[in-house]
């Protein structure tokens, strides 16, 4: 077990002559806020004992340098949008916030790259890269999200069964070492075959291995034409038994979710927004894009066939850009509307063909413990993302249940779940990371080896184990 040094007056002073007073703060008020990401449950919550927000490489280099000299634990922190206490100061220490490295270095219209900063939102990314008339596929959610953070985590999105996750467009890295070492893997290349790739290795790593300070960011040209088809069927299965279907008809939509119709209600009374349809019991959503009008009619089409012949009461089309706001409008903020009896957001992924079935279990396990368990997700990539909620539901009403009861159930009601997603060749982490909150489940999915295996990456990279220490495993 590492003896981590506590943080006192001189190291508080030591880091004000690295990066300057006005970048760093130990006043417990301020400290609040980066003691926690959006992981609900306030338990997992812990307070640095300083906070420091480096406007540079060099500055990082020195902060860690510093921090591995006199073993100082060091939680490297983005936009804190994560849900698994990723970026919580488990151990207190230092927290690193990104967020004054925030410059788009470079928009690269000839290679179709950007150059960004860790601490760029992915709001204001878009909308740099879009006057450049430029696209990034990647839509995790929320558009508060920091580049880095991103990164770290791997994150996916609606997108990816088309265009692939964070990782497929991260080219080149910039990432300070644990020992305050700077190394730049990768860059502007479309593709290297030159020894180990490391630049892989640190994307998902969660801040466990490196701090990542820069990232050249491959682009595309920009969408064609989009269209958002919502589908109602009456039950679950037949909407999920869809997609397959598509798939092997060389349909390749951009996004494919599938939504219950108890959460559509929540989401519009919170909104005051109407979704297209009132049929049915679950919704796909399916997003197309294509070159040309003519192109995505005949796509629409296809669609429409594939899903009638699988049982769908019906196919609306949002094909004006209004109505495919509202309807990306209420699906992007469903989570806002449940947030409040939320307690924990899985996202396990399985394989596609698995979704209906680990869905079933979903709603046997809802059953069993009298928990609204409402469940949504990416049915073209298998992420399937369940709310384990503090109510019960019956007859479309909730009910609010006793704290000591849905503490009782929580474990058991996650431990089922992640059970089937193994039973299931799953994993339990799409696109949100193991953190602090999954760790524990972690060998339920990775073998004893493969473990073995991350530990001794870790070691090499960060000996003294200061970097984001109790995150992924112990």
Sequence with gaps: M??????????????????????????????????HDEFTLSEIAHMPEVVVKPESTQQVSRILRYANDNIIPVTPRGGATGLC?????????????????????EVDVNNQMAVVEAGVTLVDFYEAIEEEGLFFPPHPGDETAMMGGLIAANAGGAR??????????????????????????????????????????????EGTLGV?????????PPLGTTRSLIIPYEDLESAIETVPLMIRKKILPMAVEFIPKEVIIRTEKLLKKKWPSKMGN????????????????????????????????DVFVADSPQKQKQVLDIRSKIYEAIKEDNVETLDIAVPRAEIASHVKKVMEVEEKYGMWLPTYGHAADGNVHTHIMKVG????????LPEKEWRDKLNKVRE??????????????????????????????????????????KKVFDPHDILNPEKIFD
């Design 85 to 105: 206490g990723g970026c919580v100061p488990s151990l207190g220490g230092i927290v690193l916030s990104v967020e004054r490295m925030n410059r788009i270095q």
């Design 282 to 313: 679950t919704y796909l959503l399916v997003i197309l894009d294509a070159s040309s009008e003519d192109e995505i009619d005949k796509l629409s089409e296809k669609i429409a066939e594939v899903s009638l012949e699988k049982g769908a009461i």
């Design 212 to 220: 990542v300070t820069s990232a050249v960011i491959q682009l595309m």
């Design 160 to 205: 990816a069964v088309k265009y692939g996750v964070i990782r497929n467009y991260v080219k080149g890295l910039e990432v300070v070492l644990a020992s305050g070492k700077v190394i730049r893997p990768g860059g502007k290349m479309m593709k290297s075959s030159t020894g180990y790739n490391l630049l892989n290795l640190f994307i998902g790593s």
């Design 393 to 400: 539901f019956k007859d479309g009403k909730t009910t609010a």
């Design 416 to 457: 089922e779940l992640f059970r089937d997603c193994q039973k299931r060749g799953g994993t339990i982490s799409g696109e949100h990371g193991i953190g602090l909150v999954k760790k524990s489940y972690l060998p339920l999915v990775v073998d004893d080896e493969e473990i073995s295996l991350m530990k001794g990456i």
């Design 2 to 35: 590492t003896e981590y040094k506590k943080v006192d007056e001189k190291v508080i002073k030591d880091l004000e002559g690295m990066t300057g007073e006005k970048n760093v703060d130990s006043d417990e008020s301020r400290m609040i806020d980066y003691s």
